[in-house]
Structure formats: C-alpha cells, structure tokens
C-alpha cells in the first residue's frame, strides 16, 4: 500500500513569509509525528498527534511553529514569518504500533 | 537535543566485508530502532528490538542490545555496494508518545 506522503517536497521561501508543510500519512495509522532534520545529524522531535488530538508539543522550538491534525488523518505543519535557521529538511512519520514509518520529507530553504 | 550517540560516525570498508555500528543512549527505554538512510531519500525501518530482548536477526542484519550498558550494536554482514547510507539508531522512552530520540549515525561507505 501507499507509505507515508508528505508535499511539498521543496519549499524555497522568503524570511518572513508562512509555510504550511503537509503530511499524508499510512491509511489507519493512529499516531503522526513531525520531525525536524539538520543537514549530518539525526531527526530531532517536533511534536506527535494521536488521531486529532495533539498530544505532545514539546519540540516545537518557539510559537512560530504550529501543528494541526483536524480529523485525525492529513496535518499540516505551519511555520510563521519564517527565518534562515527555520531552514532544514521536515519529516512526518506514521504508526499504528511501535515502528514509526517516515515520509520523504519536505526540504524549506528560507533564503 | 540527541538522546545517542553513534560510533563510528564514519566507516567505510570492501563489499563483502561485515560493519558494525554501536549506539550508546542515556535514559532508560522502551524500545531501540535502527533506520537507514540513502542519500536525498527518506528513513526506512531496519529493526526494532525491545528492552526486554538481547539480539535479534534480520536477513544480513543483526542487532543487540545490552541495557545494563545503555548500548546497542547493528552488524551487516557481507556488505554490499547498495548498503552505502548513514544508519541512525533511535530509541523511545518508557512513556506514552513513543516519540523516538535518534542518535547522530553513522555514515558506511561500501567500496565495490
């Protein structure tokens, strides 16, 4: 079946403009993370959504950043008056149990 | 901030050869989870071993973990050209969210 979609794939934008960011995740999937990924390092944890509900916003790095999941499936990932180091490749990921399955993610150039 | 710690951070070795990848955490966990990455694609799942488990095969791969040690280690054997990626471990602690904690990888070069 259809993995984890995520569009668009590449973002370049202007410091101070919004991004909203999309994930599609597996069909049935209960829960939906976004992950933030800097060029030579690991995925670092944004925040988790369990169906609508988002139940963990811990990594989001400041209120600029926000996460909806409105009906429990499609969420988007909102970035506000966006800055150079908002600059990365974001990543959604799925699951129904324990393994979580990535999307390709989304690379945001904010120039 | 980065819950493990990948050793080495590079590696490179002949096709045909085996590598070994050492994670090392700090807090107490749930699970351990070992990804690949390729260049310019996405995380593909490899394994998932629980706290309660010691070792665990998957075709070429094979992973451990000593929890008394805070450690885990991912060995691929017979290595070939198309396992040229970065691995990351990745680790969940014992907590509702299961938001997974991953380690800085390992980058492996497999020279044909």
């Known amino acids: ?111 | 901030s980065q819950q493990g710690e990948e050793d080495p951070q590079a590696l490179s070795i002949q096709e045909g050869e085996n590598a070994t990848m050492n994670c090392s955490y700090k807090t107490s966990i749930n699970n351990l989870q070992w990804y690949r990455q390729n260049s310019g694609r996405g995380l593909v799942h490899l394994i998932l071993i629980r706290s309660n488990e010691r070792e665990k095969h998957s075709g070429r791969l094979r992973v451990t973990l000593d929890t008394s040690k805070k450690s885990s280690s991912l060995l691929i054997t017979a290595s070939r050209a198309a396992d040229t990626a970065s691995y990351f471990c990745a680790t969940d602690r014992r907590d509702s969210s299961y938001k997974l904690i991953f380690g800085s990888g390992t980058r492996l070069l497999v020279r044909p």
């Not at chain 1, 670092?44 to 988002?54: D, G, I, P, V």
Request: aromatic fraction near 10%; glycine fraction near 10%; proline fraction near 5%.
């Open chain 1, 1 to 111: 079946g259809a993995g984890v979609s995520q569009s668009p794939r590449y973002k370049v934008t202007k410091r101070g403009q919004d991004v909203a960011l999309r994930c599609d995740p597996i069909s049935g999937h209960v829960s939906l993370y976004w992950y933030r990924q800097a060029l030579g390092q690991g995925p670092e944890f944004l925040t988790y959504f369990n169906y609508e509900a988002q139940q963990d916003k811990s990594g989001l790095p400041n209120d600029r950043f926000s996460a909806e999941r409105p009906e429990g499936s499609i969420s988007t990932l909102t970035i506000q008056r966006t800055e150079q180091r908002d600059s990365a490749m974001y990543r959604c990921a799925s699951s129904s149990e324990e393994t979580q399955y990535f999307g390709p993610g989304t690379r945001l150039l904010v120039l």
